[in-house]
């Protein structure tokens, strides 16, 4: 069998995470993968979409750029996605607001239990991709986040 | 009455592909939820839709109420088909159908809860009037052992919660029973979540013999029976309808109580009474009813011309049968082999994998049940079978040609199979004799082991 799948990637992230290394390259025949720890320099974080063309290095230029790139933050269970703790209340998060991993962005609701989502990574919302109160299923995306 | 339009199939590989086929044929959509691995399976690309559940293992996917349950209503279907395995005999996805107006294909949660559980299973076939092996359930090994003075060995372990023959343990002798309950118990309560075992008389010399129920609530009719007498470790390997050489009075008696015990609990879908038939004396003991489609469908289906996966739908939509019990006639006679993904020349080890060609052509009797084509992938976590190959022929002999035939002609490569295994059963005397019990293949196996 070959290819990684994703709880490869995750136990291999951890192993990165937990050395001294900012940054590991794994080739397997077709694949390539790039991992560089965060803070690290380099141009980009590991993302399912690298984009399509060469980013302009990064200038400490303000207001960050809000057009939807960035990692897109799956939904951890199929269920019904909630932006807000309740019917009428203010969203967890906005475009342009700051998450860190713990950030809870959102509940995913599966038969009347309410599951917390957290964002699981650092950086600005770029874009809220899942309606409120609709089904989203196992990996949708939730969110866009532009990391650090 | 309430026609189904959409239909959420919660399964996989070749079920999930054969609900979908009948479906298509009467006009319902069909709404797939599959687990991360399952995303480019057959059954995703065929179905109206797909969704995936969870992950790859069947505990976060494939076993989750909560996610099947969510992800009908979110998907506007009206009816849950839950095939075989998986949820398809779990009260609580049956009571959560009910709950939020979905309707559930297969029986109601009262005919889940009255089968579902040997013990009360038994206690309905004992008030049907229906013959039992000798047992009863233990919880300690001291009640284990004096049980097994009652009953003398050899013992069948079976799991209260169980069905598939998971968490079934034989013991030959009283060294071994505590050991063996043991394993037993932690073994079924791994996979049910409930460690209860039953202890009941092992009845050596037995053949496998199944009633096809087809009931509206009102009507309660049989397909004939099946004969799975030939399995490994209690897994069905092989199965044929009808059952061969069975004597027509003994015949009639099973399919009676199999239709009995139906009527005793009310039961309302398509299930199966199974029997252990011991055909020397004339006797037969209830083993179990299976509230859900069989893997086995098949070979019913062939001799009778029934779709009985559309029977199914229309019955859990609430129609009465269109059929009494002399509609159903059989003709000629049907055997399925089970491919599976295994390797027969090591202790048949799970040969999950990519499947480089997959090649299953039109022959004359053959029908092919799977979801394997070239480029799938057979996934670590699930079971092992792949392909159904059922021929059908105006007599036995003409479908074991016809098999032969096919086990010759189809291609699966990439994987290792038990093919060879199918052809040398095809091939074999006491086979084609017909009629052998559940010791045959044990049997058999040791033969080709001494056979150079």
Redesign the interface.
Known sequence: MSGLTREDIDYILRLVDGSDFEELTLEMGDLKLELRKAGAPAPLAPSAEPASTPRPAPAPATPPELTGEGLEVPAPLLGIFYHAPKPGAPPFVTVGDRVGPDSVIGIIEVMKLMNQVTAGVTGLVTEIVAPNGEMVEHGQTLIRVKPD | MPRIARIFIANRGEIAVRVIRTARAIGIETVLGVS?ADRDSLGARLADRA??????PAS??YL????V???A???GCDAIHPGYGFLSENRDLAQ?CADVGLIFIGPSPDNLAAVGDKLTARGHARDAGVPLVPGATVATTEEAMRLADELGFPLLIKAVAGGGGRGMKRVDHAGELASQLDLAMSEAAAAFGDARVYIERLVTSGRHIEVQILSDGMQVLHAGERDCSIQRRYQKVVEEAPAPHLPDTLRAAILEAGCAFARHIGYRSLGTVEFLVDVAREEFYFLEMNARVQVEHPVTEEVTGLDLIALQIAIAEGQPLALSQDDIGLVGHAIECRLNAEDIGNNFMPS???VSDAWFPSLPGLRVDTHMQPGAMIP?HYDSMIAKLITHGATRAEAIARMRDALRVIRLEGVRTNAPLHAAIMEDAAFVAGGVDTTYLPDLLTRMDTTP
Request: glycine residues 16%; charged residues 15%.
């Open positions: 991360e969704v995936c559940l969870g992950p790859a976060q996917s989750s109420v909560g996610a349950i969510e992800a209503k979110g998907m959560a999950p994998g990519r670590p």
